[in-house]
């Protein structure tokens, strides 16, 4: 079957739901801001401080999209920009599953705060203003998911039993061990 690829804002649990996700549908986990951190040796908020900042970041996205999608039987957890590339969101689709993760904006903040420095692009004076202004921007791409799921007031094993749910209903088996 088509990899999974949870897509989304920052702080709407991609990561953590993604790596669980993975263990049930036995599937593989792989992050692509991971991805760029194990290529380059530095951290993604290192990379946005350094000379070509954001755009030297993007490029390295769309390098991790385009060598990570040649791989089947994965979980993919995508940066919330990676989608706003147009051949990365063409990839991304014709590779896998898109499944959208949603949260309030109120409850990305307070989840973005839990590791301050980690989100580069939230380092600015109204951090929640931010967020809505980026999310309006980036919601006409995140549409291009089959499915959405707000996480905000769902626990991570509600989550991941529901998206589990219907991308099996979505392929079509109910057993993920007779993936052909
Ligand atoms: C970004 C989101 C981050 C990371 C980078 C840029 C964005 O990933 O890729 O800081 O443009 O929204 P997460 O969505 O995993 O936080």
Redesign the pocket.
Known sequence: MRNVVLI?????G??VVGRRLARELSFRFI???RWIEEKTGKK??EI?SEEGGERR?RDL?SEAVREIVRQEGLVI??????L?NRSNQALLSEKGLLVWLKARPDMILKR?QKRPG????LKVTDPLGEIKR?LEEREPYYQSAVFSMDTSDRTISEVVSQIKERVLEIEGKKDPSSFG
């Open positions: 989304g804002f920052m702080g709407t991609k990561s992050d692509t801001d993604i908020s946005f970041f996205e957890s995508t940066g919330g920009g990676a706003l973005a980690e989100r580069p692009l980026l």
